[in-house]
């Protein structure tokens, strides 16, 4: 990149060159037009420049509306749209087609109108950052952005070990946690199972977090309910049955460093009151003591479904829930939803398997039969691609394979993607070495997957998914482990009467009618609330 950043402007009007040649520190890029100033006056005139000259572009410029003839305008994602819509938002069309040819280009969108319709322009334009330009003004404003724009693309070139990949949404989680990493505010992830939770929490909150101390897991599905106190703030000798020692809990060891609690929504709701007493006062007691331990930890919770559902269902606190803030809460896709990264996620699972030394061992026997060093890099390559990269040991996928694993709803995300591929590598380097052992010679550094074993794979690793009910006395009830039985049973009888109580409207007497077959024995129902513990003002609130 040149001293100064290159920008190319996508504009069909004047004021925006004007105001950006006034610039001394970026550089205006010049295409060549023909009335001198510097700018692309559409979206097909700039795609077409940006394929002969991206190497020229530090960060696109691109303009909201543009005033054009019909045939040069782009189509606005989302289908047909009037003349004057697509005028309007051909911004969000150039910036989807940018996107797509051109994934790792940096781009700055401008607008002169002040439009809340603007951020319901289309998903492109809702995970892009507007700056508002009006009358030329604001410079300081594009300063900024370009700046941040250049950054961000080149942490994502530093960032090797991020799977990140090009989707747009994807993009924003990354923007979103740069900034909370560098602040003591709790930040709530949540995501389905596999989606890279707590490889975020460690490798980008913490890492880059600044704090000496250390990372720190609690993982509350894997902890029994009555032993949930003392893991979070620790216990003193018989505080307890079972503790014949003092044990420091998990606030304290996290101690000027990182706390990351999955599955939060596990916590008791009996316990969620002491866990918001320390997160307000920064001071932990442990059970069985009456001294206060100071601590200054930055919490980073997660969940696998959103907190705010088990509010309204009065599984988790109101209060907490603000405290842990929600406005700090980062929700990561499916990989179902990043189908543009499916190809990068695949070569990147395959290029880090060699940290597996039995991975590791394969590779280097079947290298050294084909002329390839034992330490020469494994590449997924699909159909007839990477003939000629004969540095590197391909695995390669034939094209059916490939729309099998495409096809795929990914149920398990990351974490299952990564196994598949995994096996894929294992079963097909193992055919290899067994071939070589019993005297077959291999000549060529390309290894053929069986379309087959993806077959086999994919089908192992699907669940069927849940038959779909509209029966009003049937409510979804997850399984929740606990010390006894009987918490097991009374925790899986709270969710179904939360749900019976959202489901009449709160009404204790349709309850009593559903449940007991009486509607004058609704007070027995209410009194049944009161022993398990749910709240009915809170739950009126939710």
């Known amino acids: 990149m040149s001293a100064r950043p290159r920008l190319l402007l996508i504009d069909d009007g004047e004021s925006y060159a004007r105001a950006f040649s006034r610039l001394a520190d970026v550089e205006l890029i010049d295409p060549g037009a023909a009335d001198g100033i510097p700018r692309l006056a559409d979206g097909p005139a700039a795609l077409a420049w940006l394929e002969r000259h991206r ?52 781009v700055v969108v ?14 492109e334009l809702a995970q892009q950052s507007l700056t508002y330009m009006l009358d030329g003004e604001d410079l300081d ?76 897991v609690l993982d509350l599905a894997t902890i029994p309910t009555d032993l949930v106190p003392a893991h979070l703030f620790g216990a003193t000798r018989g505080a307890y049955t079972g503790a014949v020692t003092d044990r420091k809990g998990v606030f304290e060891l996290a101690h000027e460093g990182t706390l990351f609690i999955d599955e939060i929504q596990n916590v008791p709701l009996e ?149 598949v591929m995994h096996n894929i590598l294992t079963f097909t380097l193992v055919g290899a070495v067994d071939a070589i052992g019993v005297g077959l010679e291999l000549h060529s550094p390309r ?31 997850r399984l929740q482990p606990a010390a006894t039985l009987n918490a097991v049973s009374a925790e899986a009888e709270r969710q179904y009467l939360i749900a019976l109580f959202h489901q009449t409207d709160g009404d204790f007497g349709a309850m009593a009618e559903r449940l007991l077959g009486d509607a004058e024995r609704a007070r027995a129902v209410r009194l049944r609330f009161n022993q398990l513990g749910l709240k009915v003002r809170e739950l009126r609130k939710a």
């Not at 942490?155 to 747009?168: T, Y």
């Not at 997957?449 to 509209?470: M, N």
């Open 55 to 106: 190497d020229r572009v530090d960060v696109v410029l691109l303009d909201m509306r543009f005033d054009v003839d019909a045939d040069r305008l782009l189509p606005l994602p989302g289908g047909p749209a009037s003349l004057r819509r697509q005028r309007r938002f051909q911004g969000v069309a150039i910036l989807g087609a940018i996107r797509e040819r051109f994934p790792d280009l940096p």
């Open 110 to 123: 401008l607008t002169a109108v002040e439009d809340l319709s603007l951020l319901d322009a289309g998903e």
């Open 141 to 216: 404003a594009v300063r900024i952005r370009v700046h941040t724009a250049l950054a961000e693309s080149r942490r994502a070139q530093e960032e090797a070990d991020i799977l990140w990949g090009q989707d747009a949404a994807m993009g924003t989680v990354r923007r979103r946690l740069a900034v909370l990493a560098r602040g003591r505010l709790p930040v709530i992830l949540e995501g389905e199972t596999g989606t890279g939770k707590s490889f975020l929490a460690e490798r980008w909150l913490h890492a880059r977090s600044g704090r000496p101390g250390p990372f720190v």
């Open 271 to 419: 316990v969620q009151k002491q866990l918001l007493l320390v997160l307000q006062d920064r001071k932990v007691r442990p059970l069985g003591s009456s001294r206060e331990v100071p601590v200054d930890v930055k919490v980073v919770a997660a969940s696998n479904t959103p907190l705010a559902d088990a509010v309204r269902a009065g599984r988790f606190r109101p209060d907490l829930h603000m405290r842990l803030s929600p406005a700090t809460r980062v929700q990561l896709p499916p990989l179902r939803e990043r189908p543009r990264d499916l190809a990068f996620l695949a070569r990147r699972f395959v290029s880090q398997a060699v940290r597996d030394s039995d991975i590791d061992a394969l590779r280097a026997q079947v290298a050294g039969v084909v002329g390839l060093p034992p330490t020469a890099p494994l590449r997924l390559v699909v159909g007839r691609e990477g003939r000629t990269d004969e540095d590197a040991l391909q695995i390669a996928l034939p094209r059916p394979a490939w729309a099998r694993l495409e096809a795929h709803p990914w149920p398990g995300n990351l974490r299952e993607l990564s196994m």
């Open 447 to 477: 290894l053929q997957v069986d379309p087959g074993l993806v077959a086999d794979l994919l089908s192992g690793a699907s669940t069927p998914e849940p038959t779909a009910t509209h029966d009003p006395d049937v409510f979804p009830v």
